[in-house]
């Protein structure tokens, strides 16, 4: 697997981000700068919810989607409002891969109505592989990416290479455009391009048999909802 750095990449793009968990990388510092001034949805987990920033500070649109169990004391639960410049959203559920992926639609399809350019930074798809088996996941990720390159989105999801067999890292390389990493990594996981197929092979027979939307399409909340629903 050879990776770039981020000023290797052109926009728009599905973008996986290679570090360890420890590490703060600069490239997302350098993926979100390339993106300022547009649109852009952050999604965390964690056990609490992120200070939203003032819109005065900052420029575009901003979007904060919150994924974990400790919303659900949050209270009444409410529509985003998708005219405000700091939008928030969450799920409560981190193993609700079909409401998340909805979430992160949701966003999608007010904003590319509304003509705005749009990124977004995936925090992380180890939380997800925390909860949910790989196969759920590589599924997951290889809709939403569809769904993200079908609005011309700017997306980075981080994926911590050290928690994972090698086989498994290349293979969710395969779902992305290109795979990002600091100036500073000297190497990254490899498998061989059998090993690869015969995981790809492994995961496939279990996916829903819709995994991929249409090249002539844009796959709509309910198309997700049902591809992901397990």
Known sequence: MDPLTPA???PPANLLLVHPDCDEPDACEQLCHESAETARLIVTFGDETPEP???????????????????ADSGTESSPDFGETVVTDSVTDPTDLSEIGVAVSRFCKHWSEADEDIAVCFDSLDALLRHTSPEAVFQFAHVLTNRLANVDAYAHFHFDPTRHEDRVVSTFGTIFDEVVADDTDESLPEATDE??????????????DDLEPTAD???TDEEIARTLSR
């Open 195 to 208: 090993e690869v197929a015969d995981l790809l092979a492994e995961w496939e027979d279990e996916a829903s």
């Open 217 to 219: 399409s844009e796959a």
């Open 8 to 10: 290797a990449i052109e």
């Open 53 to 71: 920033p003032a819109a005065d500070d900052v420029d575009g649109k901003r979007g904060l989607l919150t994924i974990g169990d400790v919303l």
